[in-house]
Every structure is written in C-alpha cells, then in structure tokens.
C-alpha cells in the first residue's frame, strides 16, 4: 500500500496563477482533510469530505475549492494564488479517528 | 468550541533528561486527545492516542480533565527524539482534529 499520496511535492506559483494539488489514498478510508501547516500556528484545517461527492469547510477555508469525484481522490484547488498561500499542504485521510498523512506540498507563491 | 493550546513553542534538553511536553484544551464534552509527531523531512505520524493508555517510544500521556491537560512525558531522552509534536483534540463532531500550535522539541548530545 502506497497510503497517502501528494502531487505534486514543490510548485513556486505567481501571484494570481491557478492550481490543483491531488491527493491520493489506497485505503479506502472514506474520510479525506486538507491542512495548511505555517510557523507557530500548527496545521489548520482547509477543507475536508466525509465520502465521495461530499466537501465541507473548515477553519481556513477561503480562496480554495475541493473536489472529491472519486473516493480515493481529494483535490485542493487554488483559483488565483496570493502570497498568503504560501504554506505547506499536507492532505489526510482517517480510519477509526487515526488520520494517516501524505508526505505534503511545499507551496511558494511570488 | 474546542481549543488546543501548546504553551512552549520550542523545547530543549539534554540527551538522558527527562522531558515533557505541554497541551492544554478546552472542549465542552468528552474529548479524544492524540499526540502526532513530525520528524525532519517526514510525513505527521500518531505517537499515541489517549484511549490505547500505551507508552510509545518511552513516551507516555496522561489525559487530565479536571485541569483540561495532555501533557506528554518521557523520562529519559534520546537524540531521536528530536522532532515536532503536535497535540490535537477530536470531538463529538465525527474524526475532524482541531491542532495545537506545535512544540520543537531538540534533543541536544
């Protein structure tokens, strides 16, 4: 089992460009997260989804969207980046409240 | 509204001395308290959760709910044990875990 995948593991965006970063899990784990982890302020929840075709918000939810047409899939998507995105994006899924994460995404955006 | 609070941003002992980690939480019910560990250049990894009452790497962790605390504890510290850890808190609201700010914890020789 790969577990928890990310692409990609470094992008550097300009101000305003668009991208989507996937995650991918094989445990068949019905819950998915996206977290933003930044200095001193731990990982703060973006989006998540509690099974395939269902997205939520969470604590920093704004300029992102989220996808999850395929229950092993989750994807965050950043329609015009700004620097505040800039940040690492670490994608989660959970069986029996353990949340097993990807390797993350260092994102720079100039 | 629930709350996870990681007083010491940084943390530095001496290889062999005993070491503890500090969180504290606020939630109105019965929370699910975990500690997550981050080594250098890997992946966030539980360490241990509240419910399995098990010691993990020497570690061990206590959920205290008169004083709202989860504080991590190690007697004796190794080098390895160099990392970032992060308290967190799962409520009644399913599996979703609210995050406290983290500790960098160096292990010095």
């Known amino acids: 089992n790969a577990g928890v995948t990310q692409t990609p593991k470094f992008r550097v965006l300009k101000t305003g460009q668009s991208m989507t970063l996937l995650c991918a899990q094989d445990?068949?784990?019905?819950?998915m997260y996206w977290y933003r982890q930044d200095p001193g302020m731990g990982l703060r929840l973006i989006h998540y989804?509690?099974?395939?075709?269902?997205?939520a918000k969470g604590e920093v939810p704004d300029g992102y969207n989220v996808s999850r047409l395929k229950k092993q899939n989750f994807l965050l998507g950043l329609e015009s980046a700004a620097p505040s995105q800039t940040s690492v994006y670490f994608c989660?899924?959970?069986?029996?409240?353990?949340?097993?994460f990807g390797p993350g995404t260092r994102l720079t955006v100039l | 509204a629930q709350r996870v609070t990681q007083p010491e941003k940084l943390l530095s002992v001496f290889k062999g001395a005993p070491v503890e980690l500090k969180c504290n939480y606020s939630y109105s019910g019965s929370p699910e308290l975990f500690w997550y560990v981050q080594y250098s250049r890997q992946r966030l990894q539980l360490l241990l959760r509240h419910i399995s009452r098990e010691s993990i790497k020497g570690f061990t962790a206590d959920l205290n709910k008169g004083e709202t605390s989860f504080h991590l504890k190690k007697p004796f510290a190794q080098e390895e044990d160099s990392a970032m850890y992060y308290c967190a808190l799962s409520g009644t609201s399913g599996s979703r875990l609210t995050f406290g700010e983290g500790t960098q914890l160096t292990v010095n020789p």
């Open positions: 445990m068949n784990h019905e819950y």
């Open positions: 989660a899924s959970t069986e029996y409240n353990e949340q097993f």
């Open positions: 989804s509690v099974g395939e075709g269902t997205t």
